[in-house]
């Protein structure tokens, strides 16, 4: 019976140890739970505050690959082993990491982690666990849904976590070797579990008891045989909040399980096995306390690993501090109350040290963020820009707020970023500017990529060209281009461009109507960092307008635009430079002038649509005679040249001129009209008559009068003796400038006899020069040079007086004819009034002068010459036309002027019946007639049986001084 009795009680105690040990694992095993659940969420919580930093960083930022990868790859954006940072674009290609691994470009589209964001939703996704595509680690991934201000999807980022690095971590807690630490996902798939990490990653447990209680409850404690291993374990698991993920820890119960199965027969053994079956008892029991004991200092010892781990926690919120005091923007978190409960360090600079803020902003910007602060917390991300007077300077901050929600979905504050986007804004309107000027510009404008490929054109590109930009880009810029150049052109054109970035010159360019344009075009190189050509950028303008203006306004100044042969401007170039030729390749020259004679009265008479004409085909007939080498020239009027170069027989000078001759006799057709015209030609030759341009075109110049005088349609060398007469004709007109102050001039009369009573009614003025070396000089001795030099008028002004004031004391009804030179009539205003004031202090009458002008000067009838003619008959001064009928005499200029007095010719007086129809048709125009150089009685006598009014000559007199006339008046 004792030793029943002492089984009985042994075996009770066994069973009540047996239950406490039983709790005591529970108890142990749920805390053990629960400090794995804290270090797991420790390590999301980390990984999570950092994608949330992250992704508002990138929703205010600059949305480029460029800027999202200098962010994460920023200091502070490295976080240990654990995780890192990697952001997808809406495609699902990673284009930035802040692991230095190759993700770039990569696609992961069909991770689950990616599908989830692509709803809207601000939730932290926990994917399923799964090997890195890249890595090639054991990793699950933590993700967020990165939207811009307006909500619009710009991607997803990623915390791929390493669950190597929690399988050590529950490692390193596991308080003995029957101890288990497992997370494995809501979906059945382990995560991370200690031991046999290697072995169960990924595994899934669908079927066993510990998912099958999960489902049932959140937290709890079980018995169960674990499907890894087999072994029967008392474990405690976790669901972590808002997150698919259970933490379980489990703990052996084999030595309960031998508890139970002791039959307590073995109290029926030998007495003396009692004792030492109580011993053993005893000793186990010991034993049990002791691993009580221990597993008791292994608790403490997770709890200070607990303590530990708030510690790294705190640690971990150090980094995220680091993180948001460097990133390039302000961080802040807004409470309920409008109080700041965390402010990095770019928001103390910008803002201040406030708590709250109101305190942060001025009164009326506070007013101003109102608004978007209430709607913030309802629960509206809110993006706004704002103006800010920030240290002196215009400032504008870019403000993002980001609701924070609790369990419940209660917005409980405000995640606040603002960056200074002065920059940007500056740089938005510098390419908004930019844009406009591109769209706008009134040069055509090309992008094209390193190969020459259109990227984009300007509007002005379209109108130039005609082609849309829809038609153009993806082209090749040279398809537009024109065939006026060859391969050589644009393989030079490129390879100046790939050595130098730049080209700028001329191209032709063909419309999209098929017409070619000639454009200006300038070509610049956009390098990239490296060095290399990124872009080309085309300017062009359409210059074919422009060139053919050019072009023309060159022709009009250097050619004549009647015949188009060089002009005057060209000519003296040419001449220039084929003196320099001629003198370095030691060859001879000819410089040939050519006047025509008798282009004056084809003018005159046909009119100067006739001479235009006439003119042209001389030009034509000119070049028909020399050769391509040699040029031939209009200087003007009826003065032609014809420079000979590269000559090398003397012959062919003579050739050439004999042929110029020729071809100028012949008849010229001009319309219904035949004109007959001929050349007198000057020649002066390189180097014998002058190496000077301008002496050998005055030498041709005077060879070519000398041919004149010589009887014309004919060519002359230029000689010595020419020049020498040239000299004496510039000293005449040296002498004759003093010979008006010096009183050298003279005016003598010549009579003019009545031929019907034989008085001397009138009497022409003629000039003499009373030369102190040369001695009594006629007018055509001087009067040419007069009118060449320019002396003329003063001259011609006191003919008019001297005769005026000796013309006085002739008496009353006397006329004297003064000679008006043709010069004056055409380059100067006949002073009428001064004249008229003259007359009135000689107290004559104006019909007491008579102005004598030429037949040639009414021939011109220009506008100026009739109203000049016009205003002396206008002021009772009569006229006489001399040398009438040695020209082209025409009856409708005696009608036109109202002739008072015309002088016959000499040539008419041995012709009778000539001489008496020109009389009788002067008298129906009520027109007097005087008989001029009557020097035989023969002569007399036809012209008065004519029925000639006057006549002068030697018969009557030599001329006179006014003293001899005055007598020869009185004695009459």
């Known amino acids: 019976m004792l030793a029943l009795l002492a089984t009985a009680v042994v075996a009770w105690q066994l069973l009540s140890s047996a239950r406490d040990r039983e709790q005591a694992i529970r108890q142990q095993t749920q805390h053990y739970a629960r400090a794995i659940e804290a270090q797991v969420l420790s390590a999301i919580q980390l990984s999570d505050i950092a994608l949330l930093g992250f992704a508002n960083a990138i929703k205010v930022a600059p949305y480029t690959p460029q800027t999202i990868d200098a962010l994460l790859s920023s200091r502070g954006a490295t976080f240990g082993g654990s995780f890192w940072i990697t952001f997808l674009d809406p495609n699902g290609f990673a284009i930035a990491s802040s692991r230095d691994i190759p993700v770039k470009g990569i ?19 926990v994917g399923e666990p799964t090997h890195g595509r890249i890595s090639k680690s054991r990793l699950f991934f933590l993700s967020r849904r990165v939207e811009n201000a307006k909500g619009e999807f710009l991607g997803v980022i990623v915390a791929p976590i390493d669950a190597s690095s929690l399988a050590k971590t529950f490692e390193n807690s596991r308080l003995s070797d ?100 109580i011993a053993a008892v005893i000793l186990y029991a010991l034993r049990s306390f002791a691993a009580a004991e221990e597993r008791q200092r292994r608790y403490r010892a997770l709890y200070s690993s607990s303590v530990e781990t708030e510690k ?41 040290d406030c708590d709250s803020l109101q305190h942060a902003l001025p009164a009326a910007l506070y007013a101003e963020t109102k608004p978007h602060l209430d709607r913030a917390f309802t629960g509206q991300t809110v993006y706004f820009e704002r103006r800010i007077r920030r240290k002196d300077q215009e400032c504008c901050d870019a403000i993002t707020y980001v609701p924070d929600r609790d369990q419940d979905g209660n917005v409980i504050g405000l995640f606040i970023m603002a960056e200074d986007i002065s920059e940007r804004k500056r740089h938005e309107e510098s390419s908004k500017l930019a844009s406009l000027m591109y769209e706008n510009a009134s040069e055509g404008m090309m992008v094209t990529d390193a190969d020459g490929r259109i990227l984009s054109v300007n509007a002005a590109f379209s109108q130039i060209s005609g082609y849309q930009p829809e038609e153009v880009i993806g082209h090749l810029a040279y398809e537009f281009t024109s065939s006026h150049q060859d391969i050589k052109f644009y393989s030079r054109m490129r390879q100046t461009i790939t050595h130098t970035g730049y080209w700028e010159g001329e191209i032709w360019h063909q419309h999209k109507n098929g017409d070619h344009y000639l454009v200006s075009l300038r070509f610049n190189t ?160 390189f180097p014998d008559d002058s190496s000077d341009a301008e002496v050998l075109i005055k030498n041709a110049d005077q060879a070519m009068y000398l ?94 007086q001297e005769a005026a004031a000796l013309a006085a004391s002739f008496g009353d009804g006397f006329k004297v004819c003064v000679n008006k030179s043709a010069w004056q009539f055409r380059h100067e205003a006949v002073g009428v009034e001064h004249w008229l004031e003259l007359l009135r202090e000689q107290a004559l009458s104006p019909r007491s002068m008579v102005i004598e002008v030429t037949e040639g000067l009414l021939l011109e009838a220009n506008r100026e010459v009739v109203q000049r003619i016009q205003s002396l008959r206008d002021a ?33 007086s ?33 012209l008065m049986a004519a029925g000639c009014d006057f006549g002068q000559g030697y018969l009557f007199g030599e001329p006179i001084s006014a003293e001899k006339l005055h007598h020869l008046l009185i004695s009459q």
């Not at 989830?116 to 601000?122: E, R, S, V, Y």
């Not at 919120?317 to 109350?337: C, G, S, T, W």
């Not at 303008?541 to 203006?549: E, F, G, L, V």
């Open 312 to 352: 790294k926690l705190a640690s971990s919120e150090q980094r995220l501090r680091l993180i948001a005091d460097n990133l390039p923007i302000v961080i802040a978190y807004l409470d309920r109350d409008e109080h700041y409960t965390f402010k990095n360090r770019r928001f103390t600079e910008n803002y201040g």
């Open 707 to 800: 041919a004149k005088r010589q009887g014309r349609n004919r060519f002359n060398y230029f000689a010595p003796f020419m020049q020498e007469a040239s000299q004496m004709r510039i000293e005449l007109a040296n002498e004759l400038r003093s010979a008006l102050k010096n009183k050298e001039l003279r005016l003598l009369f010549q009579p003019i006899r009545n031929l019907v009573n034989g008085r001397v009614d009138m009497a022409e003025a003629l000039i003499r020069w009373e030369h102190p070396q040369r001695g009594l000089l006629k007018p055509a001795e001087f009067i040419g040079v007069a009118e060449n030099t320019g002396i003329i008028p003063a001259i011609g002004e006191w003919v008019f």
């Open 107 to 125: 696609n992961y589209v069909d991770r689950d982690y990616f599908k989830a964001h692509l709803q809207p939703g601000n939730q932290l996704h």
């Open 178 to 277: 029957d101890v288990t630490v497992t997370l494995f996902h809501t979906n059945g798939h382990i995560v991370a579990r200690a031991p046999l990490f290697e072995q169960t990653f990924n595994r899934d447990i669908h079927d066993s008891n510990l998912f099958r209680a999960f489902a049932n409850a959140p937290i709890g404690t079980i018995d169960t045989v674990s499907p890894i291993d087999n072994l029967s374990r008392i474990a405690s698991y976790r669901k972590l909040p808002n997150l698919p993920l259970v933490v379980s820890v489990g703990s052996s119960s084999i030595g309960l399980a031998l508890i139970s199965q002791r039959q307590f027969l073995i109290a029926s053994a030998a007495l003396f096995l009692i004792f030492l079956l």
């Open 526 to 685: 956009v390098f990239n960092d490296k060095g290399h050509a990124l872009r080309h950028v085309a300017l062009f303008t359409d210059i074919t307008k422009k060139k053919a203006s050019e072009e023309a306004i060159w022709k009009q100044a250097n050619f004549d635009t009647l015949t188009g042969l060089p002009n005057r401007r060209m000519f003296n170039d040419r001449l220039r430079h084929e003196i320099k030729k001629a003198a370095r390749d030691q060859l001879p020259m000819a410089l040939v002038f050519i006047d025509l004679d008798g282009f004056k009265a084809v003018n005159d008479t046909l009119g100067h649509d006739f001479g235009d004409i006439l003119l042209k085909q001389v030009a034509e007939r000119l070049l028909q005679c020399v050769r391509n080498a040699d040029t031939v020239a209009r200087l003007g009027g009826d003065e032609f040249t014809v420079i000979l170069s590269e000559l090398k027989e003397p012959g062919d000078v003579v050739r050439i001129v004999q042929e110029i001759l020729h071809c100028l006799a012949r008849p010229f057709q001009l319309k219904h009209e035949v004109a007959h015209i001929s050349g007198s030609i000057g020649i002066s030759l």
């Open 876 to 908: 009772g001064l009569q006229i006489s036309l001399d040398d009438f009928g040695h020209g082209y005499s025409s009856l409708n200029f005696l009608k036109r002027f109202k002739i008072d007095f015309l002088k016959l010719d000499t040539s008419f």
């Open 910 to 942: 041995d012709n009778q019946l000539l001489c008496e129809a020109i009389v009788a048709m002067a008298h129906k125009l009520d027109i007097r007639v005087i008989a001029e150089k009557i020097e035989t009685d023969d002569q007399l006598g036809i």
